[in-house]
Structure formats: structure tokens, C-alpha cells
């Protein structure tokens, strides 16, 4: 059973289809199947119920998100380092 949650969590981590599982977990299929037999038995609602009131689901709660975007410089209004020209500056030195 442990394999089997661990490779749930695994999937919700990773974001990839059933089928991007690595076999560590056993075949993607069963995976699924047993996923899809705990949900129609409410299995996970029940998990969830029973975690709610222990420390882990506590200690859940404190974690954030420190994803990091890579933006361009010029989205976050940082200066320009070109050197414009103006065109009477042009003229005195000419």
C-alpha cells in the first residue's frame, strides 16, 4: 500500500500522466485501477476526514509555495540600460 500511495503522490508532485510513471511503482495500470477503486469507494474522502485532525495535516498547512518564474528584465519595470540618443546631443557634437 505504501507503493501505492507513494506513487500517487509521486503523480500529483510531478504532474505527469498515468502512463509517465516510472515502473519503480509497479505497472501504470494497476496504479490506475486501484486509484480509480478507492474513489469509488470514497476512500479518499474518508483519508481525508481522518487526517484532517492529526498533526501532519497541520503541519501541511504552513508550507508555500516558492515556485520561481524567470521573467524578462522589463517585466518587473526594471530600467532600460541602452543609452538613447538625443538627437540635439547629436548636433553639438557634429
Known amino acids: 500500500m505504501r507503493e501505492f500511495l507513494t506513487a500517487i503522490a509521486y503523480l500529483v508532485r510531478e504532474g505527469c500522466s498515468w502512463r509517465g ?3 519503480q511503482f509497479g505497472h501504470w495500470h494497476n496504479v490506475y ?3 480509480r ?3 469509488k469507494a470514497k476512500t479518499w474522502g474518508l483519508l481525508w476526514l481522518k487526517l484532517q485532525g492529526s498533526e501532519a495535516a497541520q503541519a501541511r498547512a504552513i508550507f508555500v509555495d516558492s515556485t520561481v518564474i524567470k521573467a ?3 517585466a518587473a ?3 532600460k540600460k ?3 540618443i538625443r538627437l ?3 548636433l553639438e557634437v557634429g
Open 21 to 23: 510513471l516510472p515502473p
Open 33 to 35: 485501477v486501484r486509484f
Open 37 to 39: 477503486r478507492w474513489e
Open 72 to 74: 524578462h528584465p522589463h
Open 77 to 79: 519595470g526594471a530600467p
Open 82 to 84: 541602452t543609452v538613447a
Open 88 to 90: 540635439w546631443d547629436a
